[in-house]
Nanobody, 124 residues
Framework: VQLQASGGGLVQAGGSLRLSCAAS????????MGWFRQAPGKEREFVAT????????LYADSVKGRFTISRDNAKNTVYLQMISLKSEDTAIYSC??????????????????WGQGTQVTVSS
């Protein structure tokens, strides 16, 4: 599985961005997908995850109500819509695929494949 994230950029506080993560492979629709982020000098943290069908989502408290994860299995793509961006959202955002059922969905070790990150910078 290869994952390619895109859509990052520089935005003012209060603005919006939509990240995309395109996946290769014909079994994308069977994978749970997640977004993580890592700010300079900080550990990678969970942002959001979505089930293979898109019916179940989970968010970090810090982004709940502002970020929306979604997927289009026909396009092998998962999205992260971000609104009301804050300076503390500045980070490198990475997408990841979870190919096996797990009891947990919010740890980096729950995911089997990772894409390269895309930089999101929010200016205040």
């Amino acid at each position: 599985v290869q994952l390619q994230a895109s859509g990052g950029g520089l935005v003012q506080a209060g603005g919006s961005l939509r990240l995309s993560c395109a996946a290769s492979g014909r079994t994308f629709s069977s994978y749970g997908m997640g977004w993580f982020r890592q700010a300079p000098g900080k550990e990678r943290e969970f942002v959001a995850t979505i089930s293979w069908s898109g019916s179940t989502t989970l968010y970090a408290d810090s982004v709940k109500g502002r970020f929306t994860i979604s997927r289009d299995n026909a396009k092998n793509t998962v999205y992260l819509q971000m609104i009301s961006l804050k300076s503390e959202d500045t980070a490198i955002y990475s997408c990841a695929a979870r190919t096996r059922p797990r009891n947990s969905r919010t740890r980096a070790q729950d995911y089997d494949y990772w894409g390269q990150g895309t930089q999101v910078t929010v200016s205040s």
